[in-house]
């Protein structure tokens, strides 16, 4: 109880820290949210700051909104006048991580047995084959494999459309597959690495020595080990999915976090920006303590550390 309140404590003061950084950074940004090429008149724009609490001092507006937040009021968007935060966060937030989890989900059941299959035939030429394919998928950027994936599948074969969002799984799966491929490509490579490693052990040789067979020695003895690191990089690897659900979102024209993240960066919507930091700031916090939980049951030495 007493380490679960630790780790509970330490997750608010990230969050914390977080929402006070980005706070700090985005008031010191040039330009306010309501600045137009074409100028309100003065009483309008003093109407709209008084509205929004932006013509009290700096401190002022930070301890309103953090009151605010501590009472579960991200407060209304400026960019979107007629929604709270909240509402197009609870609109956004499920289709992006519908997308970010089963884009991880892919790469981890494509990715761990291409690197399983890998390890067993290291330096053959379908190891060579595989490492190559996995090298160009990590090489090439989202903003690149997106459109691609449009102009092959939507374009030319006209098998699945091209863009937008009706929650079938027809307009997932370009979108996912585009956030998946560089993360399958990480894991495979991750995953022959580890479990080469492992396999080189002291004790896998002995037991190779004893006549344990390759299938039994890697499901039995090897596989557990070695995939280890595939769990420590599940933590970064949802960072990814979630800084590249931006570039993502936006090709395909997807309603999610990271599409209204971008838009209400380059329109200075300040609530906007800050309530899709603190919710991909919870979902990263939450999913540490799982990965650190599947870690420990994976390495018991981990539950005493």
Known sequence: MKRFASRALEALLTLWLLATLCFVLLRAAPGG???AE??????????????YRLDQPL????????????????????????????????????????NGGLALLLALAVGVPLGVWA???????????????????????????APLLVLLFAVTLQWLPAGGWDGTWRSMVLPVVAL??????????????????VLGADYLRAARGRGLSGARLLLVHALRPGLLPVVAWLSPALINVVSGSAVVEQVFGIPGVGRYFVQG???????????????????????????????????PRLRDA
Not at 67 to 94: H, I, K, M
Not at 120 to 137: E, K, N, P, V
Request: charged share 15%; with cysteine.
């Open 119 to 145: 390890a067993l035939r290291a330096g053959r030429w379908t190891d060579r084959l595989l490492m190559f394919g996995a090298g160009l998928g990590l090489s090439v950027p989202k903003f690149v494999v």
């Open 59 to 98: 401190f002022a507006q930070y301890g309103h909104w953090l009151a605010d937040v501590a009472r579960g009021d991200l407060g209304p968007s400026f960019q979107y006048p007629d929604y709270t935060v909240n509402e197009l966060l609870a609109a956004s937030l499920p289709i992006s991580l519908l």
């Open 180 to 197: 998946a491929l560089p993360n399958l490509a990480y894991c495979a490579r991750l995953t022959r690495a580890s479990l080469l490693e």
């Open 265 to 299: 960066a380059l329109n200075r919507d300040y609530t906007l920006v800050l309530g899709v930091v603190l919710a991909i700031g919870a979902a990263i916090v939450l999913i540490n303590a799982l990965v650190d939980a599947l870690r420990a049951w994976l390495d």
């Open 33 to 35: 949210p309501f600045d």
């Open 38 to 51: 074409k100028s309100a008149p003065p009483e309008v724009e003093a109407a709209l700051a008084a509205q």
